[in-house]
């Protein structure tokens, strides 16, 4: 999906700050060396040298954070995979879900992937479970729905807010829904309104459970202007295609900021959409339930 202004619904913010559980053990340096002064003096090297370890992860878990922070994804990636190989158990869940962070900015999802799947399986819970939302997001963006299903799922068993575990099961069912999982879509819709309490949000979920039909998304903007620039845009690159003319929808985003999506065409199945956005091609597209906003 071509998303200049923003990406999916978790992707238009940026990731969470992730929590730094670092203990810095202090030595015994003053504890006299009862053994021989050769042993004493090998040891104090090696306690030396781990501290040296443990101060230089240190710095490049707060060069990777600082890099990302100011959109230098390459950078920040790089980092990332010093300390994988480098830190503790928990300093490389986080370092693994900062790679992968860092290369889905990049685009460069196939290896975000991994680093992901590395991320959601850490203990801590939050970070596990935002992992695992932007596996679903890629998911999605590669129509593998069966899986971004389950990312979803997963996501809103380990979220802990109200709010993002309504979002992860609307998109969860959204998913279901392209699958023809008409039953299980409609069970996830009617939790993500039983958690949300705003409105816009429940009402959402309310129209997107009763679609019946589907429209190729091409497009999400926060400017007005530059989203009418793009649809005018699309409608010169497919008037050929008899899909009619791109529309230009508003709502909001994540954090209740208008947000204006480029819809095309009007599809009565999954299969039909699926043939127009082939047809599409090289213009990006993915396929949404019509009525979604």
């Known amino acids: 999906m071509n998303t200049p202004d923003s990406k999916a619904y978790t992707t238009n913010r940026p990731p969470r700050a992730v929590r730094l559980r670092r203990i810095r053990e202090r030595s015994a340096w003053h504890r006299p060396m009862i053994l021989n002064p050769i042993c004493g003096l090998v040891a104090l090297g090696l306690l030396i040298a781990a501290g040296c370890a443990a101060n230089d992860t240190a710095a490049r878990m707060d ?45 460069e999802t196939n290896i975000a992937l991994p680093h992901l799947t590395l991320a959601a399986q850490s203990q801590d819970q939050t970070m596990a479970g935002d992992a695992m939302t932007v596996l679903g997001v890629i998911y999605s963006d590669q129509n593998r729905y069966d899986r971004a299903a389950a990312a979803f799922l997963k996501a809103a068993e380990l979220l802990t807010t109200p709010q993002e575990r309504a979002n992860a099961y609307l998109h969860a069912a959204a998913a279901q829904q392209r699958l023809g999982l008409r039953a299980q879509a409609q ?107």
């Open 63 to 107: 060069r990777m954070h600082m890099a990302y922070k100011h959109s230098d994804y390459r950078e920040a990636y790089q980092q990332a995979l010093t300390v994988m190989r480098s830190g503790n158990a928990q300093e490389k869940y986080e370092a693994a879900y900062m790679a992968g962070m860092s290369a889905y900015k990049l685009n």
């Open 187 to 293: 069970t996830n819709f009617s939790l993500a309104r039983s958690l949300s309490t705003d409105t816009q949000f429940r009402q959402r979920a309310t129209n997107e459970s009763q679609a019946t039909g589907y429209t190729l998304q091409a497009g999400a903007y926060n400017d007005p202007a530059n989203a009418h620039r793009a649809a005018d845009t699309l409608a010169n690159q497919t008037q050929h295609l008899n899909l009619g003319k791109p529309r230009v929808i508003q709502t909001i985003d994540g954090y209740g900021k208008d947000l204006y999506l480029i819809q095309l065409g009007r599809f009565s199945s999954l299969a039909t959409a699926s043939a127009a956005k082939e047809r599409l091609r090289p213009t990006t597209a993915m396929i949404v339930p019509l009525g979604t906003h």
